[in-house]
């Protein structure tokens, strides 16, 4: 995310400098201005001197002081909102300090108000971040970064994904929302792919206001309230795409969302107005097709070949058969298919033994807890692995290897 220049920082200063003498002109907080006592009459009395005029002057000196550290406060509260800056720092000094003389967010919230709007507007003139909007990032060296070197065992699902979402933001205007179908056993990364996509597209990741996650049965549990859930359901994405130019939606457990759903999703996954400026990205989230992309990966392990030589080509048309004939037919799949709405189909494959450990690597790294070659191979076969004979596949992927590691904890 680019820096904004020096001038643009000092020009917003002096706006937020003007806008806190407007606000605390008439008096400093918590004080009250003092009793202004009778002018000495002598017409002799030295310019300087008196009490009158060294109980103004302390006065002013006081006024000032307290404006002058009151406008240190609101800078770092305007830099931390804007440009991130100092937030941590802040967050430690405040912490590890007594009550200060000085009031801090007592003092006008008229004032604070004022500082959403204006760092909101600063925003809008798109001097604070390249997107034009300081939620969006769109950091896609960051993403291919950390795909590259924490997604294990992925290859097919890191090339996919990387693409799309590319080529999607780079596009100048989008005919139709980006929707990728993620399919996979469970615990193979379909839900830590999610994440690392809101974490680098947005500042604040799943919890940005651009992003919405629906999990199909925990908000959409019972069939007899689709009307219910449908209404809901289009009212929260349309409120999500008023309030960013970009939205990630994300549908976990997509496999038993209800077809009658789709009356609520189809109208934003569909063609839109070329002149229309908005993007939105829809995240499918699935088990369903995991046998079968488990079938292709032994069938290749068992000709003696290399899990990367695996074909895009392949999965995509093995999965997409058996999604369009599957028994749930009054689930949402085989209709987004049906309708063409899914731009990708992107498989997961079935993690082996090696990628156990090197999630138990990561999970030890994460922690900042030693390990060794001997301690990650203790984690792996903790592990349940299938097929019976060859135990090739583990069955959790790698879901609960960071509970795991608990086991090693000193």
């Given at each position: 995310?680019?820096?904004?220049?020096l001038?643009?920082r000092?020009g917003l200063?002096?706006?937020?400098?003007?806008?806190?003498l407007?606000?605390g002109?008439?008096g400093?907080p918590?004080?009250?201005?003092?009793?202004?006592?009778?002018?000495?009459q002598?017409p002799?009395a030295e310019?300087?001197g008196g009490?009158?005029?060294?109980g103004?002057?302390?006065?002013?000196?006081?006024?000032?002081?307290?404006?002058?550290a009151?406008s240190k406060?609101?800078?770092?509260?305007l830099a931390?909102?804007?440009?991130?800056e100092?937030c941590?720092?802040?967050?430690?000094?405040?912490?590890?300090?007594?009550?200060?003389?000085?009031p801090?967010?007592?003092?006008?919230?008229?004032?604070?108000?004022?500082?959403e709007?204006?760092?909101?507007w600063?925003?809008s003139?798109g001097?604070?971040c390249e997107t034009g909007?300081?939620?969006?990032?769109?950091?896609i060296?960051g993403?291919e970064?950390?795909?590259?070197?924490q997604?294990?065992?992925?290859?097919l699902?890191?090339?996919v994904?990387l693409?799309a979402?590319?080529?999607?933001l780079?596009?100048?205007r989008?005919?139709k929302?980006l929707?990728?179908?993620?399919h996979g056993w469970?615990?193979?990364?379909k839900n830590f792919v999610?994440r690392m996509v809101?974490?680098?597209l947005y500042?604040d990741?799943?919890?940005?206001?651009?992003v919405r996650?629906f999990?199909?049965?925990?908000?959409f549990p019972?069939h007899?309230y689709v009307d219910?859930?449908?209404?809901q359901?289009?009212r929260?994405?349309?409120e999500?795409l008023?309030?960013?130019?970009?939205?990630?939606?994300?549908?976990?457990?997509a496999?038993?969302?209800?077809?009658?759903?789709?009356?609520a999703?189809r109208?934003?996954?569909a063609?839109?107005?070329?002149?229309?400026?908005?993007r939105?990205?829809f995240?499918?989230?699935?088990?369903?097709g995991?046998?079968?992309?488990?079938e292709v990966?032994l069938d290749?392990?068992?000709?003696?070949?290399?899990?990367e030589?695996?074909p895009?080509?392949?999965l995509?048309q093995?999965?997409r058969q058996e999604l369009q004939?599957a028994a749930?037919?009054s689930y949402?799949?085989?209709?987004?298919?049906?309708?063409?709405?899914i731009d990708?189909?992107?498989?997961?494959?079935p993690?082996?033994y090696?990628?156990?450990?090197?999630?138990a690597?990561?999970?030890?790294?994460a922690?900042?807890?030693p390990y060794?070659e001997a301690?990650?191979?203790?984690?792996?076969?903790?592990?349940?692995?299938?097929?019976?004979?060859?135990?090739?596949?583990?069955?959790?992927?790698?879901k609960?290897?960071?509970?795991?590691i608990?086991?090693f904890l000193p």
């Amino acid at each position: 995310m680019g820096q904004p220049r020096l001038p643009a920082r000092r020009g917003l200063g002096c706006c937020a400098l003007l806008l806190l003498l407007l606000l605390g002109g008439s008096g400093s907080p918590g004080t009250t201005p003092p009793a202004r006592g009778p002018r000495p009459q002598e017409p002799g009395a030295e310019p300087d001197g008196g009490p009158w005029a060294r109980g103004r002057y302390e006065a002013v000196k006081k006024h000032l002081g307290a404006v002058g550290a009151l406008s240190k406060q609101y800078w770092r509260y305007l830099a931390c909102r804007v440009w991130q800056e100092g937030c941590e720092r802040e967050e430690k000094r405040q912490e590890g300090r007594e009550a200060s003389p000085i009031p801090s967010w007592s003092f006008p919230l008229v004032g604070q108000d004022y500082l959403e709007i204006l760092s909101a507007w600063y925003c809008s003139f798109g001097k604070c971040c390249e997107t034009g909007d300081c939620r969006i990032i769109n950091n896609i060296t960051g993403l291919e970064a950390d795909l590259s070197e924490q997604l294990h065992g992925q290859h097919l699902a890191k090339a996919v994904v990387l693409r799309a979402v590319r080529g999607f933001l780079q596009s100048p205007r989008p005919h139709k929302a980006l929707v990728l179908s993620l399919h996979g056993w469970s615990g193979t990364g379909k839900n830590f792919v999610a994440r690392m996509v809101a974490s680098h597209l947005y500042r604040d990741g799943l919890k940005s206001d651009c992003v919405r996650v629906f999990v199909s049965l925990l908000h959409f549990p019972h069939h007899n309230y689709v009307d219910s859930y449908k209404a809901q359901l289009h009212r929260q994405i349309s409120e999500t795409l008023q309030r960013c130019r970009q939205a990630l939606l994300i549908f976990d457990e997509a496999e038993k969302l209800h077809s009658s759903l789709l009356d609520a999703i189809r109208p934003f996954m569909a063609q839109q107005d070329s002149e229309d400026q908005q993007r939105s990205i829809f995240l499918f989230l699935s088990n369903l097709g995991g046998n079968t992309i488990n079938e292709v990966a032994l069938d290749f392990w068992r000709a003696g070949r290399a899990r990367e030589e695996i074909p895009l080509e392949l999965l995509e048309q093995r999965l997409r058969q058996e999604l369009q004939e599957a028994a749930e037919n009054s689930y949402a799949h085989s209709h987004l298919l049906r309708e063409n709405l899914i731009d990708f189909v992107v498989p997961f494959l079935p993690l082996e033994y090696h990628h156990v450990k090197l999630c138990a690597r990561d999970a030890f790294l994460a922690r900042g807890i030693p390990y060794t070659e001997a301690t990650l191979d203790e984690v792996a076969q903790m592990m349940v692995f299938v097929p019976k004979e060859e135990k090739l596949f583990s069955a959790q992927g790698c879901k609960s290897v960071p509970q795991r590691i608990n086991y090693f904890l000193p």
